[in-house]
């Protein structure tokens, strides 16, 4: 009898350990999953609900990102998201006689081209909202005025059904996108937009404030050591 109860004291102790060990190692891929959702949410709407992912999930797959596009820029090359695959870019929307919040925003994009001016994995673009006027020419001037570096820092015009979708369907712009203020000036979005390797928006941030925008530089570090 003695002998028995101290069979069914053994297998009930280790089932125990069995059982603390099976909970541990639950709770540690618990843990090791958890580790493993990116730092940086993605953005599927207008309303920049972030959503929370690790880079490989499944639910990537159908998720929103930029669609195709082509665009020319101030060196009348075309520029299309074939030229942005592998680089982690920074999208906005300006016109070259706007006299009101582009100048900041331009100088605040400056950094930005200045910080990762030797990492070729870093681009910016910058979608004219006025295509007519913004030909080539006055980009390729407006880019030597400012200091815009060809290859880093795209200006880029084009058709202007294409650039007005793409700004309000992908980057979600703000809907009074292109509309007259007054003669001299639109109504456009001081939004810039981080937008990943995969084409996937990570960030959205106010490209006339400096504190946004020097959040800006470190999730495009972020972003470059994701993997």
Known sequence: MKKLLKQISFVVAFASIVLINTHSHAKLQEVESSAQVSSLP?????DFTPHWFSPDSVELIDFHRVSDFTFIDQDAKHISQVDM???????????????????????????????????????????????????????RDYADENGVVSGKWHLVTGDRDSIYRVARNDYFANEDLGEYVSDKDFLHTENLVLVDT??????????????????????????RSER
């Open 42 to 46: 993605y953005y599927a709407s207008a």
């Open 85 to 139: 695959q592998g680089k982690v870019y920074v999208a906005s929307f300006f016109f070259t006689s706007c006299p009101g919040i582009c100048p900041r925003m331009r100088s605040q994009l400056s950094k930005v081209q200045a910080k990762f001016m030797d990492d070729d994995k870093v681009s910016i673009i910058s979608h004219s909202i006025q295509p007519n006027n913004d030909t080539v020419k006055v980009l």
């Open 198 to 223: 995969k084409r996937h928006i990570r960030g959205i941030y106010n490209g006339l404030n400096n504190t946004s925008v020097g959040h800006l530089m470190e999730d495009i570090k972020t972003l």
